[in-house]
């Protein structure tokens, strides 16, 4: 029988987390663009701080959340770099990376949900407002857990973890399709051909989505919607490990365009000039170079705690600050505040919450288990 164990594609994690300083630098950007964008889209403050700064605000309105491309994207990139060379990718492994990633993530995921109800019910007190969330059900509660809350039609417990969710499919899915190739080709003795497999199949899924499954808004639930943005950063990283052939990545933004030009939808515009800049930093070595200040390492490292803590915060400063009939300048005020505290939230979250989510692993024996770091 041929050994296949070099050829197939392989989950890894290292023994040290390698930070990139300037994927911190696009988590840093992102998350904040996403804090603000929550600010102005969910109000009171913004609706009353408008007059101030109508052009301001209509721009984190409709244009800061596509920062969330970035992540997709970036998402994409770490995933694949994660699947490179170690141990061989089987079921068991396949099935030990998701319960992992679970795991790591679960903790500082829980926890906000429950600090998520405990500022809905507070804010409630103080204002009626549609971004409010009503106490969730049991079966609500569960489907949150499980990352199924917006395909089984629950209302979200607080805003932005809809892409949580998604991240996990689009994770679940590389792995899925990953692990499937080279099952198969395993079980036909093609060694050589599980890579060949994998790429083909993801080739077909990323132009689906881009020229079909992205223009359909009833789909924007599950990870086939995003697939195509995800798909360049997966791209980047293989042309990184000398996986890809020369022309792939440029007719990834070719397709990319050709897709912009049947319906133009800038989120994928997004996408497509962050893949760019992913694959230049990486030829120039800038990736792990540069920037070297520790500001934009710091913003990088906790943007998954700002992401998950800054909307309780906000919701309930929105509360708080509105229900004193400020004008204006004091719903501006109250929004820059909304922001501080969060930052400040975002930094005790990180220290007490998602460090000692660092250390959680399944128990085994060596191999050591996976470690998985979210995208955000």
């Known amino acids: 029988m041929t050994s296949v164990a070099l050829a197939q594609p392989t989950v890894r994690a290292p023994a040290q987390t390698h930070r990139l300083p300037f994927v911190d630098l696009l988590r840093a950007m992102g998350s904040q663009a996403i804090v603000w964008h929550h600010l102005a889209f969910y109000g009171p403050l913004s609706d009353i701080a408008y007059p101030l700064a109508p052009l301001a605000i209509d721009l984190l309105y409709d244009y800061a959340r596509m920062a969330v491309q970035i992540f997709f994207v970036l998402g994409g990139f770490m995933t694949a770099r994660i699947t ?15 319960l992992q990633r679970y795991l790591r993530i679960g903790l500082p995921y829980i926890v906000t949900l429950v600090i998520a109800m405990l500022a809905n019910s507070l804010a409630g007190r103080l204002m009626e407002h549609e971004s409010i969330s009503a106490p969730p059900t049991l079966a609500a509660l569960g489907a949150h857990l499980l990352f199924l809350q917006s395909v089984l039609d629950h209302e979200a417990i607080t805003a932005g973890i809809w892409y949580l969710a998604i991240d996990f499919q689009l994770f679940l899915l590389l792995l899925f399709v990953s692990v499937m190739a080279t099952t198969l080709c395993r079980s036909l003795h093609l060694a050589t051909s599980a890579f060949l497999a994998i790429k083909t199949t993801l080739w077909g899924i990323a132009l689906a989505s881009l020229f079909y499954i992205n223009r359909n808004a009833n789909l924007d639930d599950y990870a086939l919607y995003f697939f195509g943005a995800y798909f360049g950063g997966v791209l980047v990283a293989w042309r990184n490990a000398k996986k890809l052939n020369r022309w792939e990545l440029p007719l990834y933004l070719l ?32 990736l792990e170079r540069w920037p070297q200040g520790s500001l934009s390492s710091y913003l990088g490292r906790t943007s998954y705690s700002l992401f998950l803590i800054h909307f309780p915060v906000c919701l309930v400063v929105n509360a708080v600050v509105s229900s004193y009939n400020v004008g204006p300048e004091g719903a501006l005020l109250g929004m820059v505040t909304a922001w501080a505290m969060s930052m400040a939230a975002a930094h005790v979250f990180y220290r007490f919450v998602e460090t000692p989510s660092l250390g959680l692993r399944l128990p085994s024996r060596p191999p050591q288990p996976l470690r998985i770091r979210p995208e955000i």
């Open 84 to 98: 490179q060379r170690s141990k061989p990718l089987t079921w068991r492994a396949t099935l030990r990376a998701v």
């Open 255 to 286: 397709a990319t365009a050709l897709a912009v030009g049947i319906e133009f939808r800038p989120r994928l515009l997004v996408a497509a000039a962050t893949t760019c800049v992913l694959w230049f930093t990486s030829r120039t070595k800038l």
